[in-house]
């Protein structure tokens, strides 16, 4: 299903083929040739996503842009079931595999492969043909891939990227404080501006 969002329609080749059941909304550009599964959801919010050739994305993955952060994925890319993406660059052959999560401003160089489960963080580059193992963590840049057990050196990297200033604008709260009000209240206002979504007639 195809929604206008914010005034804008989504584009599809007449090339490529989107499942009945998968939802596109807003500034979504489709390319040639490319296949998107049952249940997959591509918002592009207040952003733009784009799709080169050949691309796959598979069942109940979701794809998100917004304003500060457009998502774009090059050629003969596959994005495996359950993957999640917001806000990030993605070269040509990339592979990237089921529960995959690549947050806002992260770049997946050509050919790369991000396994199972693996997830590459919040500004980080990961080189030409790297690979991220199965469940292991990509962060910084130049990433460092890192098993999940070193919870203590992800976090010494992670902090410094400043998660809640990048993806939410807001300041990282003095310890024992929470921004948890005025992130939902500000993200479920920008969420509900879905509700003058138009369906676009197949």
């Known amino acids: 299903m195809r929604f206008r969002h ?21 500034d979504v550009r489709v390319g ?16 733009v996503i784009e799709l080169g050739r050949d691309c796959i994305v598979m069942e109940n993955a979701v794809v998100l842009a917004t304003e500060r952060a457009h998502t774009k994925i090059g050629d003969n890319v596959l994005i495996g079931p359950r993957a999640y993406l917001t806000g990030c660059t993605i070269e040509d052959c990339v592979f990237l595999a089921t529960g995959s999560t690549i947050f806002n401003h992260a770049r997946i160089g050509r050919g790369a492969e991000v ?3 693996g997830t590459v963080h919040l500004h980080t580059h990961l080189e030409a043909n790297a690979t991220v193992p199965i469940g292991w963590v990509a962060i910084g840049n130049p990433a460092q891939i890192l098993p999940p057990n070193e919870h203590e050196k992800i976090w010494e990297i992670q ?9 939410f604008n807001l300041e990282r709260p003095p310890k024992g404080q929470t921004i948890m009000p005025e992130l939902t209240r500000r993200y479920a206002a920008h969420l509900r501006a879905h509700r003058q979504d138009k369906p676009i007639p197949e």
Do not use: H, M, Q, W
């Open 32 to 47: 040639p040739g490319c296949a998107i599964g049952f249940g997959a959801v591509l918002s592009a919010e207040d952003g």
């Open 6 to 26: 914010r005034g804008i329609v989504p584009t599809v080749d007449p090339s490529a083929y989107v499942a009945r059941t998968a939802v596109l909304a807003g």
């Open 115 to 117: 396994r199972i489960n």
């Open 159 to 167: 902090k410094t990227l400043d998660f809640p200033k990048a993806v």
